[in-house]
């Protein structure tokens, strides 16, 4: 089963579908990406006449079926290690990536505080988890840092139109917060 063909179907700027993505390249499977813009950001995994969705539940697959030293667990095989990255993930998908989205449409000063907030807590857990490795699973690359991975792209992208709408608001002498209310009247 192994030895059959991976196809993975998704949007190419999907965080979600990075993750899939980012899986399969550290576990050394070769796939087929097949870009399909119609699934939104929701990965689907086609193998062995199996159809998973949904990027926890592909790397559960992946980790299942391809076991072997030089294809790296990405899931802990410990459950309360587990399940910390699972808690942590579930943290990115529902603190973090809302505010990214809300501060990419234009944002308000409070998003953007509570972003930073959020990414705060989620440094103050890394320092914890991580006890001075690099990754969240200490040695070895895990689900979340997949996770948090999989939107460096995003990061970027609106701490540029972030960083543009600021100083153009500066440039002109327009207050910043005014102009986004005026903007979405």
């Given at each position: 089963?192994?030895?059959?063909?991976?196809?993975?179907?998704?949007?190419?700027?999907?965080?979600?579908?990075?993750?899939?993505?980012?899986?399969?390249?550290?576990?050394?499977?070769?796939?087929?990406?097949?870009?399909?813009?119609?699934?939104k950001e929701i990965p689907t995994l086609l193998h062995?006449?199996?159809?998973?969705?949904?990027?926890?539940?592909?790397?559960?697959?992946?980790?299942?079926?391809?076991?072997?030293?030089?294809?790296?667990?990405?899931?802990?095989?410990d459950p309360y290690n587990r399940t910390v990255q699972?808690?942590?993930?579930?943290?990115?998908?529902?603190?973090?990536?809302?505010?990214?989205?809300?501060?990419?449409?234009?944002?308000?000063?409070?998003?953007?505080?509570?972003?930073?907030?959020?990414?705060?807590?989620?440094?103050?857990?890394?320092?914890?988890?991580?006890?001075?490795?690099?990754?969240?699973?200490?040695?070895?690359?895990?689900?979340?840092?997949?996770?948090?991975?999989?939107?460096?792209?995003?990061?970027?992208?609106?701490?540029?139109?972030?960083?543009?709408?600021?100083?153009?608001?500066?440039?002109?002498?327009?207050?910043?917060?005014?102009?986004?209310?005026?903007?979405?009247?």
């Amino acid at each position: 089963m192994e030895k059959e063909e991976a196809k993975l179907v998704g949007f190419w700027a999907s965080p979600f579908v990075l993750r899939a993505r980012l899986a399969l390249k550290i576990k050394g499977i070769p796939y087929e990406f097949v870009e399909e813009g119609n699934v939104k950001e929701i990965p689907t995994l086609l193998h062995a006449s199996n159809v998973i969705s949904e990027p926890f539940k592909i790397v559960e697959y992946l980790d299942a079926t391809w076991k072997s030293v030089d294809s790296p667990l990405i899931l802990s095989v410990d459950p309360y290690n587990r399940t910390v990255q699972r808690f942590w993930t579930t943290y990115v998908d529902d603190k973090i990536l809302p505010y990214m989205k809300h501060i990419l449409k234009g944002s308000t000063d409070n998003d953007e505080e509570e972003f930073h907030e959020s990414m705060q807590v989620l440094e103050s857990a890394f320092n914890n988890e991580s006890q001075g490795k690099n990754f969240f699973s200490k040695d070895n690359i895990g689900y979340i840092d997949i996770s948090l991975g999989s939107m460096l792209s995003w990061m970027k992208a609106i701490l540029c139109c972030w960083m543009r709408r600021r100083h153009l608001c500066w440039r002109g002498g327009l207050n910043y917060s005014k102009l986004m209310k005026l903007s979405k009247e």
